[in-house]
């Protein structure tokens, strides 16, 4: 679990986050959605520690992280898999290595055993028989479910994910998804998602937090998101054409 | 860190090999044809042009301008590959992964360039012998003078000078594009900018350098 209390985080005298606190469960899909421009990538970034911020704690299973010591810090930062916006797989690995890179630097075990383990996380993501291929070679949808499987090879605690259905068709968004989502729920991982998407809202979203100019502007669960009247969340969710229909529907039964 | 290190050395240095080899072969020929053309006073002797050709190639050619060369090669490689991963987020990856990616990703780069005196050696080798070949085969003198000019007036302090500043100019190719690099924002067309910005300070430092060890070095 993790838990923001009042949240403050300023650049250059703008205060991009103004005092925001929640709770992401264990198990659950914890979904940021916000305008661009909401706080949403500051958030994330200060929950990965490349922020700092000014006000307020973030802690990690009750342990505070600004009260951690350096080692303590990157403890936990080996407890974290994070899936790039880009993936940012590393163009001079194969598949193989890029999904065994955590292990081979933050474990001493033997390439037989580090091997096993990157067999089976692709296996995991469906991704069997690309072990040799450079991410250059393979597509989108494949280096997305490449970096899931870095992120979760060394069994995180916390999961992050940056828009990761950005760039792919519809397709394989959901298959994204569904994996994020299903892995979350077997390993009982604390995943933390910031999206624009909608679908994925709809698809994932055990629980949202909807940002609005720094603030917390909603909370609650993508069957909450159909009922609620707050006017921030609605003009947002309910800009397409589309989704205002669907909500129609569901309000009619 | 071992298998990081040898693949810098073959991105860095043995990747560099055919360039310096080509370059320094034929400067060293133009350099001893140059030498010979202007030598028009018949009092002057001959040995001079393997002289000239030992003196330039070792104090200046191999040590400085070959710097200058491998700031454009190396350089640009190290700031366009760093400035890549910037781009990329494989920094942030790095980063969040909890992996020191200053170290994890310059370090291994100046123990690399550890081995550039090892180079600029080879340059100077090859150098002289593209000296020695355009002087006889090219008809400006014989080999017996080439050698006695080689030989005549050699000051061992000079070897010591000019391996020093190589030194030097090796950790100034690993750690300026290295900063460009690491320290860039912004997307493909900054990786660019950073390349040459990266190119034109790593060359300014060493051309200043080289002033200052010279006068340290070998002024009374």
Same mark, same amino acid.
């Given at each position: 679990?993790? +838990?923001?209390?009042?949240?403050?985080?300023?650049?250059?005298?703008?205060?991009?986050?103004?005092?925001?606190?929640?709770?992401?469960?264990?198990?659950?899909?914890?979904?940021?959605?916000?305008?661009?421009?909401?706080?949403?990538?500051?958030?994330?970034?200060?929950?990965?520690?490349?922020?700092?911020?000014?006000?307020?704690?973030?802690?990690?299973?009750?342990?505070?992280?600004?009260?951690?010591?350096?080692?303590?810090?990157? $403890?936990?930062?080996? +407890?974290?898999?994070?899936?790039?916006?880009?993936?940012?797989?590393?163009?001079?690995?194969?598949?193989?290595?890029?999904?065994?890179?955590?292990?081979?630097?933050?474990?001493?075990?033997?390439?037989?055993?580090?091997?096993?383990?990157?067999?089976?996380?692709? $296996?995991? @993501?469906?991704?069997?028989?690309?072990?040799?291929?450079?991410?250059?070679?393979?597509?989108?949808?494949?280096?997305?479910? @490449?970096?899931?499987?870095?992120?979760?090879?060394?069994?995180?605690?916390?999961?992050?994910?940056?828009?990761?259905?950005?760039?792919?068709?519809?397709?394989?968004?959901?298959?994204?998804?569904?994996?994020?989502?299903?892995?979350?729920?077997?390993?009982?991982?604390?995943?933390? @998602?910031?999206?624009?998407?909608?679908?994925?809202?709809?698809?994932?979203?055990?629980?949202?937090?909807?940002?609005?100019?720094?603030?917390?502007?909603?909370?609650?669960?993508? $069957?909450?998101?159909?009922?609620?009247?707050?006017?921030?969340?609605?003009?947002?969710?309910?800009?397409?054409?589309?989704?205002?229909?669907?909500?129609?529907?569901?309000?009619?039964? | 860190?071992?298998? *990081?290190?040898?693949?810098?050395?073959?991105?860095?240095?043995?990747?560099? *090999?055919?360039?310096?080899?080509?370059?320094?072969?034929?400067?060293?020929?133009?350099?001893?044809?140059?030498?010979?053309?202007?030598?028009?006073?018949?009092?002057?002797?001959?040995?001079?042009?393997?002289?000239?050709?030992?003196?330039?190639? &070792?104090?200046?050619?191999?040590?400085?301008?070959?710097?200058?060369?491998?700031?454009?090669?190396?350089?640009?490689?190290?700031?366009?590959?760093?400035?890549?991963?910037?781009?990329?987020?494989?920094?942030?990856?790095?980063?969040?992964?909890?992996?020191? /990616?200053?170290?994890?990703?310059?370090?291994?780069?100046?123990?690399?360039?550890?081995?550039?005196?090892?180079?600029?050696?080879?340059?100077?080798?090859?150098?002289?012998?593209?000296?020695?070949?355009?002087?006889?085969?090219?008809?400006?003198?014989? /080999? &017996?003078?080439?050698?006695?000019?080689?030989?005549?007036?050699?000051?061992?302090?000079?070897?010591?000078?000019?391996?020093?500043?190589?030194? &030097?100019?090796?950790?100034?190719?690993?750690?300026?594009?290295?900063?460009?690099?690491?320290?860039?924002?912004?997307?493909?067309?900054?990786?660019?900018?950073?390349?040459?910005?990266?190119?034109?300070?790593?060359?300014?430092?060493?051309?200043?350098?080289?002033?200052?060890?010279?006068?340290?070095?070998?002024?009374?």
């Amino acid at each position: 679990m993790i +838990e923001i209390k009042n949240i403050e985080k300023s650049f250059g005298g703008v205060k991009i986050l103004k005092g925001v606190s929640c709770v992401f469960e264990a198990g659950k899909t914890n979904l940021i959605i916000g305008q661009s421009g909401s706080g949403k990538t500051v958030l994330l970034k200060s929950l990965l520690g490349i922020h700092t911020p000014e006000m307020g704690t973030i802690s990690f299973d009750g342990r505070i992280y600004s009260d951690l010591s350096a080692d303590e810090k990157r $403890e936990i930062r080996t +407890e974290i898999g994070m899936l790039f916006q880009g993936s940012a797989l590393f163009d001079s690995m194969t598949v193989s290595e890029n999904v065994g890179f955590p292990l081979r630097m933050f474990t001493n075990d033997s390439s037989a055993k580090i091997q096993k383990r990157v067999d089976f996380v692709l $296996e995991r @993501v469906n991704l069997v028989g690309a072990h040799k291929k450079l991410p250059s070679e393979i597509s989108g949808g494949m280096q997305k479910r @490449v970096a899931i499987a870095r992120a979760i090879v060394n069994n995180p605690k916390y999961l992050f994910c940056d828009e990761p259905n950005s760039g792919l068709d519809p397709n394989t968004a959901i298959l994204i998804d569904n994996l994020i989502r299903e892995i979350t729920e077997e390993y009982n991982i604390t995943t933390v @998602v910031n999206t624009h998407d909608m679908n994925s809202v709809m698809e994932i979203g055990d629980h949202i937090l909807f940002l609005k100019n720094g603030l917390k502007a909603w909370e609650g669960t993508k $069957e909450e998101i159909f009922l609620t009247e707050n006017e921030a969340i609605v003009e947002f969710v309910y800009s397409s054409e589309l989704f205002k229909k669907v909500r129609e529907a569901y309000l009619k039964g | 860190m071992k298998g *990081l290190i040898y693949k810098e050395v073959d991105d860095l240095i043995i990747d560099s *090999l055919g360039i310096v080899a080509f370059i320094s072969f034929f400067v060293g020929g133009v350099v001893s044809m140059q030498t010979a053309l202007n030598l028009t006073n018949s009092f002057i002797p001959k040995y001079l042009i393997g002289y000239a050709t030992r003196q330039s190639v &070792i104090l200046e050619f191999a040590p400085t301008f070959m710097s200058i060369i491998m700031a454009g090669k190396m350089g640009s490689f190290i700031t366009s590959s760093i400035g890549s991963m910037r781009v990329t987020e494989q920094i942030d990856a790095l980063e969040v992964m909890g992996v020191n /990616s200053l170290n994890y990703l310059v370090f291994p780069k100046i123990i690399a360039l550890l081995l550039y005196p090892f180079l600029v050696g080879i340059g100077m080798f090859l150098g002289i012998t593209g000296g020695y070949i355009a002087t006889v085969y090219g008809g400006f003198g014989n /080999s &017996i003078d080439f050698i006695d000019g080689l030989q005549r007036d050699f000051i061992p302090f000079h070897v010591v000078y000019a391996f020093t500043k190589t030194f &030097i100019f090796g950790m100034l190719l690993a750690t300026i594009p290295s900063f460009h690099g690491f320290y860039m924002k912004g997307g493909a067309l900054e990786v660019g900018k950073a390349s040459t910005v990266s190119f034109v300070w790593t060359s300014v430092t060493i051309i200043l350098l080289n002033y200052i060890i010279t006068q340290l070095l070998l002024t009374k």
